[in-house]
């Protein structure tokens, strides 16, 4: 049935399309209009506009000319006194009287223009936005700004208080919908990218807006819809198709909440039957409508187009269909204080909630199962509700636990009970969704990537029907291209490694099936490819690793199958799941181990499974940043549990401490401008690689082809007052990358494994550790910061290294810092002597063909010392340790003697990693230099020679008087070893610690 049609009247003049608005008066006898291409403000008589308005030659009842730019945003208070308030591209925010149009007051000024302007019910707050970051919410009282609210990552194009004054609702230029609880002034919900997406186009903007008794908010869908999300779980109750050929923009409700008028960028605006989700009326117009308002009191749309152009639509609903105005919702008479007082069965009759039609109905067989607040929700009374107009706006948001004060004792279970519903429907609705790393959002109509990983990239475009799916790798020389795939499952996920890749899907079809696919990159077999459909149980996340795929799906079940397609285990996690990744053998799972805590924290743990031992390794809670989400998770190259927050922080999972996530990385701090954020996309033990994106863009686009950025690794350090910041990171990195060897060379050992490959590694994380602390001990005896010197000379692991330390004080004449350095190297040295020996003690009764072994970990009163490096005249040599039956021991059937009949034998010792499965018990601490000296043909004696010559005998045993030659491996030169040459250069404080001559007095005995 189609009415009249509308005709509109030139209001502003505009030669180009602009942003326009238009709102009714409280008592609906007068319209206000403005545009972006024009300063002024117009109220107009209502019955001037349905008659013809500005082009049948009648002019507006009031003019108002006071911005310095083009007006983009009105609202009018509620109420006979209500307010005008403007907002306009000049930064500034104006108050007005209503309908007389007397200027009162400026009252904010934001720092870019504002695009969004809405009054509470009682027209006590204004909240006001744009594109600045935050929207503010002012007190009409005083004009105050009571709270900012920070969320949007684009420009807020339109937001709505809901009729209860619990609840603001806001969306941007990225589509994504933020519920803000008013109490608590925070986020209670986030609906990420539900709105169209209109880009730089400034002349059309996402509108919502609630319904009349404030169950539902009505949002712009991505579908050319209209979607219908519930008030108290964000969830989406009921979605209305019809004619629209493009995104719908903006929207308004009738009174009685049974109708909705909606405006597309298809020149159209429908009027739909929400409780029969069918569209009744429409007109089409020359060019598009920006801005909707339905008749407080009356069967009329207000409409303006993006020329300036306004006119009334009178008679929408037709008079054989229930009147917009008929079964207004009464909202004094349905609102409940902020806790109950009666028993359930009153609150069943006496708090139902009032709905539209046939909505009520929807909303009750679409969430009886899984929000059983639906039906009889305890309402808590808005705190702006209950103080009086004119009481403070700062005292209202915060008197909550005041105001609880008031009610009288009758009230005190009602008032638990209703707090604990309140919270426990705000905590449901924040736990966050399962992703999959490295994927990004579909878009209609643009590519998008199913995953992307230090490897490569998985991308997908849907067509008609089906979607085209191709994988490409960053090195293209690392193989053949794997061939495009024509998806007819609908893949919304993938992962892949060095073998394969692995997709899986949404439920859907009649079966409401989910499928999971594997595809190798080569096999010897000609059909390697599989599939798995599951009904009923959709796919989550998937993972991909050594000769295994998994899947977890909504049913918490993990499913791990072979590359062949063999179902191997099913097991059941503990929570719905987050996400998952895999490497190698291992494979870790995030789920939620509860509910969201009251302050909206995420609760997650992490579990980390070996496929092939069939075991679980790890098993903890995931650290997040607080009020943030998990972005990424994922293993760095060398294999680290990482993860990175939507507070941009990067940890990663280190056995310190039995197990702490250490922050290496943060997005504020690396980024240089505020508008700037980092997708990871994974990391290696210095670096973070990530791609950079600019607001609104918080992920990387396909086209063009996303660069990826290499970013150090940092500990956010407190800035320090030696100035050294990147020095002292640089010793935390060092100490960390060195531990994570350590340990690494420990579990080899544990399995029996070899663990010489890591040895030269391990020594020169050492020389280099050492060196940064030799340079910090530098910077603290400068300023004058002696004992945090004396704690970095503990941790010194190489004896050269402290002996340099030693020589740095000395030349800088610190006597003190001399003498503690001096006690240092005793100790240490002590400690050698002692370990040495109880070794010589424990092999003493070797047989004499039998090389004498040491152990090589030294340890001081304050760090463990590793290896040790050695001078013998001009070459460096270290001894490493022996392999069980990899060394063939000989000895010399004959001694060579010197021309006194005596001679000195030297024995070092060992400066390899000692690894449990060598050590009969517990670890041996390092030894330092040991030398043996040989008295007489058939004794021995093992002595310790020092500085001054001194020989000292103390534990010495007798040995063999045969020794076996074997030649010591050369290990890498000591950075701080002198060089051959015995001149003397002038150089550097640095280099002088480098190449420093230790001496070294030869005694004969």
Not at 47 to 60: D, E, I, K, N, W
Request: hydrophobic residues 35%; glycine residues 8%.
């Amino acid at each position: 049935m189609k009415g009249r049609v509308v005709k509109l009247r030139e209001a502003h003049k505009a030669g180009s399309p602009a942003l326009c608005c238009a709102s009714w008066g409280p008592s609906g006898q007068h319209v206000v209009t403005a545009s972006a291409a024009d300063t002024a403000v117009l109220i107009h008589d209502a019955a001037t506009v349905l008659a013809g308005g500005r082009g049948s030659g009648s002019s507006p009842v009031v003019t108002i000319r006071l911005h310095k730019d083009g007006v983009t945003a009105l609202a009018v208070a509620p109420g006979p006194s209500g307010s005008l308030a403007s907002g306009s591209m000049d930064h500034s925010i104006k108050f007005y009287t209503f309908p007389e149009g007397e200027f009162q007051s400026n009252v904010a000024r934001f720092t870019l223009p504002i695009r969004s302007l809405a009054f509470n019910r009682k027209g006590t707050l204004l909240a006001a936005a744009g594109d600045d970051d935050g929207i503010k919410l002012i007190a009409t009282i005083d004009n105050t700004i009571s709270k900012v609210l920070k969320g949007h990552k684009g420009s807020v194009t339109g937001l709505a208080f809901d009729p209860r004054n619990d609840y603001l609702a806001s969306v941007d230029s990225i589509g994504t919908v933020i519920y803000w609880d008013l109490c608590i002034g925070a986020e209670a919900r986030t609906l990420t990218r539900v709105a169209p997406t209109f880009r730089s186009d400034n002349s059309v903007r996402n509108i919502l807006c609630w319904s009349p008794d404030g169950q539902t908010l009505a949002v712009p869908g991505l579908r050319k819809n209209v979607v219908l999300y519930d008030r108290d779980t964000g969830e989406e109750v009921c979605t209305l198709y019809g004619d629209h050929e493009q995104p719908v923009s903006c929207l308004c409700w009738s009174p009685n909440g049974r109708y909705l008028a909606s405006a597309g960028l298809d020149r159209q605006v429908l009027i739909w039957d929400v409780k029969s989700r069918q569209d009744i009326e429409r007109q089409k117009f020359d060019v598009r409508i920006c801005s909707l308002a339905w008749k407080p009191n009356g069967n009329a749309l207000l409409l303006i187009d993006v020329m300036g152009r306004v006119g009334i639509w009178e008679s929408v609903i037709p008079s054989t269909m229930k009147s917009p105005n008929e079964g207004i919702p009464d909202l004094n008479s349905t609102k409940a204080p902020l806790f109950d007082d009666d028993d359930d069965d009153d609150d069943e009759d006496e708090e139902k909630p009032s709905t539209s039609g046939g909505l009520e109905d929807d909303m009750d067989e679409t969430l009886s199962d899984s929000t059983p607040f639906s039906h009889k929700r305890p309402r808590r009374k808005s705190t702006f509700d209950r103080d009086s107009d004119n009481e403070d706006l700062t005292h209202q948001m915060e008197s909550t636990k005041r105001m609880k004060d008031k009610h009288n004792k009758k009230e005190d279970a009602g008032k638990a009970r209703g707090d604990s519903a309140t919270s426990a429907r705000l905590v449901t609705a924040r736990m966050q969704a399962a992703f999959q790393p490295g994927s990004t959002p579909p878009q209609p109509g643009m590519r998008n990537f199913l995953a992307y990983n230090m490897l490569g990239s998985i991308t997908t475009i849907e067509n008609e029907g089906h979607s085209h799916v191709e994988v490409d790798f960053h090195d293209t020389g690392r193989g053949p291209r794997v061939p495009s795939m024509t998806d007819y499952f609908g893949f919304t996920m993938a992962a892949m490694n060095g073998s394969g890749s692995v997709f899986a899907n949404q439920c859907k079809g009649d079966k409401n099936m989910s499928t999971l696919m594997y595809r190798p990159f080569g096999s010897w077999a000609g059909n390697s490819e599989w599939s798995m459909r599951f009904e009923g149980e959709e796919v989550k996340a998937v993972a991909l690793g050594a000769g295994w795929v998994a899947a977890v799906t909504s049913l918490n079940f993990l499913r791990i199958f072979t590359e062949g397609g063999l179902q191997m285990h099913i097991l059941s996690v503990s929570g719905p799941v987050v996400t998952a990744a895999g490497y190698e053998d291992q494979l870790a799972i995030v789920s939620h181990a509860s509910d969201c805590l009251p302050s909206g924290d995420q609760v997650l743990d992490v579990k980390v499974f070996n496929i092939s031992e069939g075991a679980q390794s790890m098993f903890g809670r995931l650290v997040l940043t607080p009020l943030s989400q998990l972005s990424w998770f994922g293993f760095s190259e060398n294999g680290q549990l990482s993860s990175y927050d939507s507070k941009g922080i990067l940890r990663v999972f280190s056995s310190q401490f039995s197990g702490s996530w250490l922050p290496l990385f943060s997005s504020l701090k690396a980024r240089k401008s505020k508008d700037e954020s980092h997708w990871v996309v994974g990391l290696d033990a210095n670096n973070v690689f990530c791609i950079l994106c600019k607001t609104p863009q918080s992920y990387p686009h396909v086209m063009p082809k996303p660069v990826l950025s290499i970013l150090h690794l940092s500990f956010p350090l407190a800035s320090s007052d030696l100035g050294a910041n990147s020095l002292e990171n640089e010793f935390l990195m060092r100490k960390l990358q060195l531990s994570q060897i350590q340990n690494k060379m420990e579990e080899m050992a544990a399995l029996g494994l070899d663990t010489t490959t890591y040895d030269d590694e391990a020594f020169n994380m050492e020389a280099g550790l050492d060196q940064c602390i030799l340079r910090l001990i530098s910077i603290c005896c400068s300023g004058d910061k002696l004992v945090r010197a004396s704690e970095l000379a503990k941790l010194l692991t190489l004896e050269k290294s402290m002996k340099g330390a030693l020589t740095l004080v000395t030349r800088l004449k610190l006597p003190l810092l001399q003498e503690k350095f001096s006690s240092i190297i005793e100790s240490f040295l002590f400690q050698e002597r002692m370990l040495n020996n109880k070794i010589i003690a424990g092999t003493g009764r070797f047989c004499s063909n039998a090389t004498i072994m040491t152990s090589t970990t030294v340890l001081t009163t304050q760090a463990t010392l590793p290896s040790k490096f050695m001078q013998d005249g001009n070459s460096s040599l270290e001894s490493s340790l022996p392999k069980p039956n990899l060394v063939n021991q000989q000895c010399s059937s004959t001694e060579p003697k010197n021309s006194a009949g005596e001679q000195g034998i030297e024995i070092k010792d060992s400066t390899g990693k000692v690894s449990s499965a060598f050590i009969p018990s517990t670890k041996v601490p390092k030894s330092s230099e040991t030398k043996k000296h040989r008295n007489g043909a058939s004794n021995s004696a093992v002595v310790d020679q020092n500085q001054e010559g001194d020989i000292d005998h103390t534990g010495a045993k007798k040995l063999s008087t045969e020794y076996c030659n074997r030649a010591e491996p050369q290990r890498p030169v000591n950075p701080f070893a002198k060089s051959s040459s015995s001149k003397e250069q002038s150089s550097s404080l640095l280099d002088s610690i480098k190449k420093m001559k230790v001496d070294k007095p030869n005694s004969r005995i």
